[in-house]
């Protein structure tokens, strides 16, 4: 059975840092690509950043480049997200999924989703 657990949400005040954690059982880790989701309330799930653990390739949405960082522990099975520099534009429920295919930022694209945790950030 896939599983995918985030951990590492909180509550932090604007120029804060949190990192999350992602981690994975129940697949060939190193054959995934793994993705960050994020969802404000009233709004689509977007695309944060995602990592192919196949060739150490990633990606980030632009809103966040400079200040997130994706990387991945094969050994552990488990992706980080460092946020650094957070902004209240940052809030909200932050998910990690996995998809056999290459790394991707389109949640259609990932058939296996967490459960998602709570980033809140404070003015």
């Known amino acids: 059975e896939v599983q995918l657990v985030e951990s590492g949400g909180g509550l932090v005040q604007a120029g804060g840092s949190l990192r999350l954690s992602c981690a994975a059982s129940g697949f060939t880790f190193d054959d995934y690509a793994i993705g960050w989701f994020r969802q404000a309330p009233g709004k689509e799930r977007e695309g944060v950043s995602c990592?192919?653990?196949?060739?150490?390739?990633?990606y980030y949405a632009d809103s966040v480049k400079g200040r997130f960082t994706i990387s991945s522990d094969n050994a552990k099975n488990t992706v980080y997200l460092q946020m650094n520099s957070l902004k209240p534009e940052d809030t909200g429920v932050y998910y990690c999924?996995?998809?056999?295919?290459?790394?991707?930022?389109?949640?259609?694209?990932?058939?296996?989703w967490g459960q998602g945790t709570q980033v809140t950030v404070s003015s």
């Open positions: 990592i192919s653990n196949n060739d150490g390739s990633t």
């Open positions: 999924a996995a998809t056999p295919g290459p790394a991707t930022m389109i949640p259609g694209e990932y058939g296996y």
